[in-house]
């Protein structure tokens, strides 16, 4: 019989919903465990989503023995700390995007990882969707001729008072927050990091950009253009422009069971349907995979800290008004 992975929730975030649906649904997966920083709180989420075990800390969900697996969906400037303890705990880690703030805490995330020899992976969901495999797939094949320009964008209107979002000390911003799902998307299409980036910024009141403008230039003559906000109405899309067709992704980050492609050659416009599963099931297979098939995770940890340094790199720019070299 398979093993089943028990895996634990540390802290109570909104994010969280989105995988305890594929956490019941695998039959390699158990949701045992939710942690917060109080008991009362642990045991009221434990409650409303039929969660066997409460924790009223983190460290007390470290050291439950038989939680396998952390989801880290704290806060993003918590995310190397608790990741970090959490591997050194013994437990295997899907930590929340963005991975960390600095490189140094990638890289501390990284060591932790190989000195434990626990699987870490990044939890950018739609990677693993089979409409982005798809996109890769009819980019590969050469349909639309020499790649140009990649555009994208991820926007919405976020009034939640007080939110972490709006502050810079805590990795606040729509760049860290969603305009990582452009860049990572772009990264993976042309497959290689950017030799120059350039960003422009507008700065809310906590510090954090209320919206971002970036661009990207990669060594093979490809640009990627990509904007993020937290002022606009909600938007998001990808598009792949060659030399011969264009690709449009009108849902790129949040495919669906059900998706349509848009392949634009000339005056020809095909669709291309793409049946897909849950959202969130595939991150959750693919650690299932790493850690009980020895298959390496989807998202390479280099590929982590590729897409951390490009958003640095983005800052920079957006902070000094002019173009950095990553």
């Not at 989801?71 to 995007?97: D, F, M, Q």
């Not at 809310?204 to 230039?217: A, L, T, V, Y």
């Not at 093979?220 to 937290?230: M, P, T, V």
């Amino acid at each position: 019989m398979e093993q089943i992975l028990n895996w634990g929730l540390l802290s109570t975030a909104k994010i969280n919903r989105a995988l305890i649906e594929p956490l019941n649904a695998s039959k390699r997966t158990r949701l045992l465990a939710i942690a917060s920083r109080n008991i009362s709180s642990a045991e009221a989420y434990a409650r409303e989503h039929k969660i066997p075990r409460a924790h009223g800390s983190y460290e007390a969900l470290l050291a439950d023995p038989e939680i396998d697996v952390i989801y880290n969906s704290l806060p993003n400037h918590l995310h190397a700390e608790w990741t970090i303890k959490a591997l050194r705990a013994g437990k295997h880690v899907l930590c929340e995007k963005p991975f960390a703030l600095t490189l140094a805490e990638v890289d501390e995330m990284i060591s932790a990882a190989k000195e434990t020899g626990k699987i870490l992976a990044e939890a950018f969901m739609y990677r693993h969707h089979a409409q982005t495999l798809k996109v890769k797939e009819i980019v590969d094949s050469g349909v639309l001729g020499k790649l140009q320009l990649i555009q994208g964008t991820f926007t919405f209107t976020l009034t939640r008072a007080g939110n972490f979002r709006f502050v810079k000390e805590m990795g606040g911003g729509s760049l860290w927050d969603v305009g990582c799902y452009p860049i990572s998307y772009a990264r993976m299409i042309v497959g290689e990091a950017p030799v120059e980036v350039f960003g422009w910024q507008v700065e809310g009141p906590g510090g954090s950009d209320e919206s971002f403008i970036g661009q990207m230039r990669f060594a093979n003559g490809i640009h990627a253009q990509f904007d993020s906000g937290y002022k606009s109405p909600a938007r998001s899309y990808m598009e792949i422009i060659g030399s011969d067709a264009v690709l449009k992704i009108p849902v790129p980050f949040k495919p669906g069971r059900k998706n349509t492609l848009y392949l634009l050659d000339g005056d020809m416009e095909k669709e291309i349907n793409v049946a897909g599963s849950d959202l969130y099931l595939g991150e959750v297979d693919d650690m299932c995979d790493a850690i009980l098939l020895n298959k390496p995770p989807r998202i390479p940890l280099s590929d982590s800290r590729g897409n951390i340094a490009v958003i640095l790199a983005l800052i920079e720019s957006a902070d000094n008004n002019r173009p950095v070299f990553p």
